[in-house]
């Protein structure tokens, strides 16, 4: 009994390493919809996670795109009203997984970072754990949770903003585009904050004029944002944000 047991321990052992001889392998386009930007299309590096729904990106390629719209580049859920970039957290377990799936990624980015500093005559910062960590297994130190936000929006600034550009008309040029497209202020505020806002935003001259629309309505100097939201309703916001429109003309004679 003992000798046949023995003899089929050693049969099946033999089966299991045939077994996991002929393991399928995946090439590593199959995994490019999980470790790819879809911002950049190149591999994530610095992998950021936008809370709200999930979806990563490169963290230099989402910090840019929140410049110009507060939504998810993916499904376009609204990430924050004004401050998306506080609902986003770095995914270090994914950014560890693209390291090791694509040889020579993690060391190029680390030649193209010392490269950097040193064109630019800056001391290269040490350490840089993303990037210097060893290749074999290491023991991770528990991770404290990220600290939570200790910037909190002042409550009298109770209007969140979106100036959305319409155009230049012919004549005007030299002005430089409007980066910001969000702003939260005080509803205190009148459209001649809103003027002096752009005006110096888009460095433009005294001789061009701001016009400012909610709606169908060319807004007067005078005007409160919270007069326009009182007067206009649900037609004048989107997402909860007060939308103005506004566009660059020649004075009048």
Do not use: W
């Not at 390493?17 to 919809?33: C, G, I």
């Not at 916001?237 to 566009?247: E, I, N, R, S």
């Amino acid at each position: 009994m003992d000798a046949a047991f023995g003899s089929r321990s050693v049969d099946l052992s033999k089966h299991k390493s045939e077994a996991e001889s002929d393991e399928e392998t995946l090439p590593l386009n199959q995994f490019y919809p999980y470790i790819r930007c879809g911002l950049c299309c190149g591999f994530l590096i610095d992998a950021t996670t936008i809370i709200e729904c999930l979806h990563t990106f490169c963290k230099s390629c989402i910090v840019k795109h929140f410049f110009y719209s507060n939504r998810c580049p993916t499904c376009t859920i609204v990430v924050h009203q004004t401050q998306p970039h506080y609902n986003i957290r770095p995914d270090r377990q994914l950014q560890d997984m693209v390291y090791k799936m694509v040889p020579f990624l993690e060391e190029m980015e680390r030649d193209l970072m010392v490269q950097f500093y040193k064109e630019r005559g800056l001391d290269v910062p040490k350490p840089v754990p993303a990037l210097l960590s060893p290749l074999g297994p290491v023991k991770k130190k528990k991770e404290a949770p990220p600290p939570r936000a200790i910037f909190t929006m002042p409550p009298e600034l109770d209007v969140s903003l979106l100036l959305e550009f319409v155009g230049a008309e012919e004549g005007v040029q030299n002005y430089k585009p409007l980066e910001r497209r969000f702003v939260r202020v005080s509803g205190e505020a009148t459209i001649r904050h809103v003027e002096l806002f752009i005006r110096k935003k888009m460095e433009l001259s005294a001789g061009c004029q701001v016009d400012v629309v909610c709606g169908h309505h060319l807004l007067d100097h005078y005007q409160s944002l919270n007069e326009i939201q009182r007067s206009m309703g649900e037609d004048a916001l989107q997402d909860g944000l007060l939308v103005l429109h506004f566009g660059l003309v020649l004075p009048t004679d």
